[in-house]
């Protein structure tokens, strides 16, 4: 079995990754557990950010590292809050202030397209050349009035037409089969199969 830092503090995220890395004989390993502190992420697109983490935590443990980077974009915001999801309404970071900053960014806005975004980095070592790249989108539309109680972030706020429910309403195995990151890791997943074809 092989080690796999996960560059990631979230307990939720590290669950997923486990699940999916299983099938490929990794153990995965948050980067807490490793001493790995959270890497800094200066620039302005999901996948820089994304491989800036892969790659500090795999120089810093000497193991194959897996980043994300992941956010809701709104076009007519010019793709706000972006990489600054999770900090939208500022420090600290409180899903509430930045639901509502939102809202009152779109007050007068009929175009309340969305969609979340989501990028995988894989590193097999710090100076990897070819790291392994997935991502995934999720569209939808942004509603004035929460509803729903799962998921996080933007999620009671996240309507799925297709689905006539809010992110925060879905059934978690559903949310996990359409979600950015679940769109995200089913394209890594394919990857992963072929560098064990290809023996890297």
């Given at each position: 079995m092989k080690t796999i830092v996960i560059a990631s503090s979230n307990p939720g995220k590290l669950r997923e990754f486990s699940t999916l890395l299983a099938p490929f004989e990794f153990i995965a390993v948050p980067q807490t557990e490793l001493g790995v502190t959270d890497a800094d992420e200066p620039y302005a697109t999901f996948i820089e950010n994304a491989l800036t983490k892969a790659r500090h935590a795999s120089h810093?443990?000497?193991?194959?590292?897996?980043?994300?980077?992941?956010?809701?974009?709104?076009?007519?915001?010019?793709?706000?809050?972006?990489?600054?999801?999770?900090?939208?309404?500022?420090e600290p970071k409180s899903d509430q202030y930045n639901n509502e900053k939102l809202i009152a960014a779109l007050k007068g806005h009929t175009d309340r397209r969305a969609f979340y975004y989501s990028v995988l980095v894989l590193v097999m070592h710090a100076d990897d050349p070819h790291p392994v790249f997935a991502d995934g989108e999720w569209h939808g539309e942004?509603?004035?009035?929460?509803?729903?109680?799962?998921?996080?972030?933007?999620?009671?706020y996240f309507w799925v037409p297709e689905q006539g429910r809010t992110a925060a309403e879905l059934p978690e195995d559903i949310k996990n089969r359409m979600?950015?990151?679940?769109?995200?890791?089913q394209?890594?997943?394919?990857?992963?199969?072929?560098?064990?074809i290809n023996g890297r």
């Open positions: 810093v443990t000497g193991l194959p590292a897996l980043a994300d980077d992941s956010g809701l974009c709104v076009p007519v915001l010019g793709g706000a809050p972006g990489v600054f999801s999770a900090r939208y309404a500022g942004i509603i004035d009035v929460p509803r729903g109680i799962s998921g996080f972030g933007y999620d009671p979600s950015h990151r679940g769109l995200a890791m394209q890594l997943t394919k990857k992963l199969q072929q560098l064990v």
